[in-house]
């Protein structure tokens, strides 16, 4: 391979061992980054000073350049609290979108039974950073230094001054202890007690589970259960100092026994509380508006030994796989790199081999970007890749290394340590090794797909015994956030050969856990998500196709005009550049946009087709330009006795849009590709039943369907006509496949009448699966009337279509769809499989065996077909009226000439048709009259 110069130096470039893909899942070797006892390192964000002597006391400061990174050795579900300014870990007081609160549309309230109120109390609640590297429990202490800066300020002329954040005793600068987590913050500190001054000048010891965020109305007491003391009042500039000790109780072995005491000003107070048995992370608490910074910080452990917590500055680096394009001779691609610390350039090194000769420090770079921060990036760079000359996808694996500024950060080391330990993560099993690199597979046929949706990863646990598989109870209630829900997560995942990970609707649920208030917080999700060791893993070794849902846009059924109006209006019950932030975030993370308008709506649909050009990808968004949800028009203005007026099935209702639905039926009537897979419209048959648990029946709709009801309203199939219009188009050619997620159900469907496909896949993590509407069944019709056939159904509750429970000892349904098109075979095979399964040792889930067709089974049959003829070899045709109108495209036989289609749909026999081939420079039209099929 012919290599060119590299821009950047080499430095620490240790040469990355190859490792066989398949006993790459059985290897074992660590690599730790954290720092050890007797250890001392910088990281780059702070100074960790440590003494000779075992377990003696370990001072943490923050002697580095400012930046909004809070360094390696600290860990938060909120970064976005705090920055690193003038050699002190300081408070952040002001954030974008730090307004925002958990809601949603007026919908939710009419739904769920409460008064839907624009106004609402914003202040944020607690926020906590710890030290991961110590998790304490028996006898220890904790101490750190602080300095007061300012006092909360007086509230803005539009804010409510009854709102918690400008009420005395609000504001908490003080020390975290016990926390089952390191990211037990923000409402969800359910074991951490937060033990601090507060700005009504009192020492407090407030206990867990305390979820100070205002209320809707913004103007109910909060409340502080524990113990309080009188301490003073502090001053802008004054030192203090707040020493915790922690010891077992000397008469009740289910407490501790805790002191804390805080000096200011020459003042010494103390406060002792038996509390139940401490064990955790400790770290620094916050709330509210007053300013502070943390000089230092120290941990006195007695007997607790630290851990080890490796680290992986290179969040993750992956390929947006429908930006590959071939330009000339040469093949590009797009790379989406994320970094947890600040960075100047990013450089990915490409090679043919995973362990090239002389090591990947003698590789050349393909592709450089600078490492951005602004509103909407935190330590981001987009870098565009120019393979190596004379390499085509189609025929050569490849492998990159990721280099920032010089070093290579591809390696994971974060494997084999105590960040994916108790409390932060429970890993699958793929990988065990942090030491890989990452690959781009060949794409040939068969085109092999992975299809995941309801990425919500932290919100199940599941453990395996001699009984089988058990879910475990409580696992969400103490927020351990983990790397994947279940041990033997993917373990098998390399055994099926997956070119591609389609990441389809809700891959990181933006608002699931929290509504983030910062940028910093908001990427935290992201990197929650996607960033783990195993997720990490999937998307660095395949090719990625990322199509988002409401909750990645971090508010639920964002959709239709209605998010447009939220983005761009204030006053309408959320904070307008909460949303803004969110959409430039996701349009950013998905296309690969260096910029993204916050208010336009984006246009994102897009197809990837691959270099062979005999399998097409299309990418749909079904969500941000559909009509509006509502059902009632000019209500205000004289109508409004008359409900519904503007009914789901009304014939103007529109669901992707007219100029996405143009570009959809041009896409199809013009694309020679034989198979063709389509993602991004939320289901289409109308099968899944509407609120939680299918409670929306009602004597004018039996099939449990209530059209105002916000979760029959984010079907795609809600919008009928829409939808109607779309499966008329799909049927009319063979070789499609529509698939989604977001319903947290697994399914294979066919429409009777349009031979259309349609597939769903998930839920990882969450459960929560749409009920059934009655009838549901191998054969039914759904709400509107549709005859369908269900060839496999995976439901929360059931095993299959005839609505079998689980077997005893059965995993929790967590699946992906396992999707193979195989145009060389005219072949189409799809299975439903939970996340723990192998492909040979376990059947398919929903159904006995594989569901398997071909295109002649699919689309409406054809209405004609044309004579025998021959064309330009292994070229593009188009076959169009002769008004030019198109009609389809196909792909001439590399052999002979000829055109392997079944026939033509919804063309009359004895219609002239004009066929135009095109190969390079080359073309050859000509008319054909249409024949009977």
Same mark, same amino acid.
């Given at each position: 391979? /012919? ?12 040469? *990355? ?12 070797? /660590? ?50 609290? #705090? ?198 992370? %400790? ?17 006195? $452990? ?16 992956? $390929? ?50 600078? *490492? ?10 987009? *870098? ?102 279940? %041990? ?116 994102? #649909? ?37 409900? &519904? ?17 143009? #570009? ?23 099968? #899944? ?36 219009? %779309? ?28 031979? %259309? ?67 060389? +075979? ?54 169009? +009226?002769?008004?030019?109108? &198109? ?5 001439? &036989? ?6 392997? *289609? ?32």
């Amino acid at each position: 391979m /012919a290599d060119k110069k590299t821009e950047l130096p080499n430095r620490n470039c240790d040469e *990355i061992r190859e490792i066989d893909r398949r006993d790459f899942l059985a290897t074992t070797a /660590a690599v730790s980054l954290g720092a050890a006892a007797g250890s001392s390192f910088s990281d780059g964000s702070f100074k960790q000073v440590t003494h000779s002597l075992l377990n003696a006391p370990t001072t943490f400061e923050f002697q580095t350049p400012d930046t909004l990174f809070h360094g390696h050795d600290w860990q938060s579900l909120n970064p976005g609290y #705090w920055k690193i300014q003038d050699g002190a870990l300081r408070r952040r007081l002001k954030n974008v979108g730090d307004r925002a609160r958990r809601t949603g549309f007026p919908y939710h309230g009419e739904t769920h039974g409460f008064e839907f109120k624009t106004e609402y109390d914003p202040s944020l609640p607690v926020g906590i950073i710890y030290q991961p590297n110590w998790n304490l429990r028996e006898n220890y202490s904790v101490k750190a230094s602080f300095t007061f800066r300012c006092k909360r300020p007086l509230p803005a002329e539009t804010d409510d001054p009854g709102w918690h954040m400008y009420q005395d005793g609000y504001g908490l600068m003080g020390i975290a202890i016990g926390g089952k987590s390191v990211y037990e913050s923000y409402g969800k500190v359910s074991n951490a007690w937060n033990i601090g001054w507060t700005d009504d000048g009192k020492l407090r010891m407030i206990r867990p589970g305390n979820r100070d965020r205002g209320k809707q109305s913004g103007n109910q007491p909060f409340q502080q259960p524990g113990v309080e003391i009188e301490a003073m009042d502090l001053l802008p500039g004054d030192r203090c100092e707040l020493l915790v000790s922690v010891s077992p109780s000397p008469t009740n072995p289910k407490q501790s026994k805790v002191v804390a005491k805080f000096s200011a000003n020459g003042k010494t107070v103390t406060v002792t509380k038996f509390i139940p048995k401490q064990a955790g992370y %400790v770290g620094i608490a916050s709330r509210g508006l007053i300013d502070f910074e943390v000089n230092q910080f120290e941990v006195i $452990p007695e007997a607790n030994q630290p851990l080890k917590v490796g680290i992986s500055d290179c969040l993750v680096c992956y $390929p947006l796989g429908d930006t590959l394009k071939q330009k000339g001779k040469e093949w590009t691609v797009r790379f989406v790199a994320l970094f947890a610390s600040d960075g100047t350039r990013v450089e990915i090194r490409v090679h043919d081999s995973p362990s090239p000769e002389g090591g990947w420090g003698t590789v050349a770079g393909y592709g450089s970007a600078k *490492i951005i921060n602004n509103p909407f990036r935190r330590n981001t760079a987009i *870098i565009d890749v120019t393979l190596p000359a004379n390499f085509n996808p189609n025929e050569t694996e490849l492998f990159y290394t990721v280099w920032k500024d010089g070093i290579d950060v591809t390696a994971d080391g974060r494997l084999g340590t105590d960040a994916c330990g108790p409390g932060t993560a429970l890993v699958g099993d793929v990988p065990t090794n942090g030491n890989y690199v990452g690959r781009l597979p060949r794409l040939r046929a068969p085109y092999k797909l992975c299809g995941l949706s309801c990425h919500a990863i932290t919100s199940g646990l599941q453990q395996r015994d001699d009984q089988g598989w058990k879910e475990m109870a409580g696992g969400r209630d103490v927020w351990q956030f983990r790397d994947q829900p279940t %041990v033997e997560a993917y373990k098998h995942l390399e055994e099926y050969d997956f070119q591609v990970m389609v990441w389809e609707d809700d891959v990181w649920y933006m608002e699931l856990v929290m509504y983030p208030p910062s940028t910093d917080d908001a990427y935290k999700i992201i990197e929650l998500s996607i960033c783990g060791p195993t997720s990490r893993w999937q998307m660095m070794r395949h090719w990625n196709v990322i199509n988002p849902g409401d909750h990645d846009y971090g508010m639920d059924d964002v959709k239709g005009p209605e998010q447009l109006a939220i983005r761009k209006q204030d006053g309408l019950g959320q904070d307008s550049s909460y949303l803004r932030r969110n959409f430039q975030i996701v349009h950013h993370l998905t296309t690969g946009a260096e910029e993204s308008d916050p208010v336009t709506n984006p246009k994102k #649909w897009r197809a990837w087709k691959m270099p062979n050009r005999d399998f097409t990808l299309i990418v749909l968004d079904s969500r941000l330009w559909r009509s509006s949800q509502d059902v009632d028009i000019w209500d205000d203005q004289g109508w409004d006795k008359f409900k &519904s007026l503007y009914d789901r099935t009304d014939p103007t209702r529109s669901l992707l849009g007219e100029e996405q639905f143009g #570009w959809l039926k041009e896409q199809l009537s013009t694309d020679s590709s034989p198979l063709i897979c389509l993602t991004g419209i939320n289901g289409l048959h109308t099968i #899944w039943a509407g609120a939680k648990n299918g409670n929306s029946a009602s004597k004018d709709h039996p099939k449990n369907f209530e059209q105002r009801d916000r979760v029959t309203a984010d079907y795609a199939g809600w919008v009928k006509a829409g939808s109607d219009r %779309v499966l008329e188009l799909l049927g009319s050619r063979e070789g499609i496949v529509s698939v989604y997620g977001d319903v947290h159900n697994g399914s294979i469907t066919n429409n009777v009448e349009h031979r %259309v496909l349609e597939c769903s896949f998930g839920p990882i993590g969450r459960t929560g699966g749409r009920a059934l509407i009655p009838g549901f069944g191998p054969k039914m019709k759904d709400v509107d009337e549709r005859e369908i056939e269900i060839h496999s159904l995976y439901h929360r509750n059931f095993k299959n279509a005839e609505q079998e429970p689980h077997d005893q000892g059965d995993p929790v349904y967590w699946n992906f769809l396992e999707m193979t098109f195989d145009p060389d +075979q005219d072949k189409i095979e799809l299975a439903l499989r939970n996340i723990v399964d192998h492909p040979d040792k376990n059947q398919p889930r929903g159904r006995l065996g594989k569901f398997a067709t071909s295109t002649a089974e699919t689309g409406r049959m054809p209405s004609c077909k044309l004579p025998a003829f021959k064309t330009l070899k292994d070229a593009e045709v188009f076959i169009s +009226q002769m008004n030019g109108k &198109s009609i389809r495209g196909a792909r001439s &036989s590399i052999r002979t000439g000829e055109l392997n *289609i079944n026939g033509l749909v919804d063309i009359e026999p004895g219609t002239k048709v004009l066929v135009t081939a095109v190969r390079g420079n080359d073309s050859e039209s000509q008319v054909l009259t249409t024949i009977e099929a």
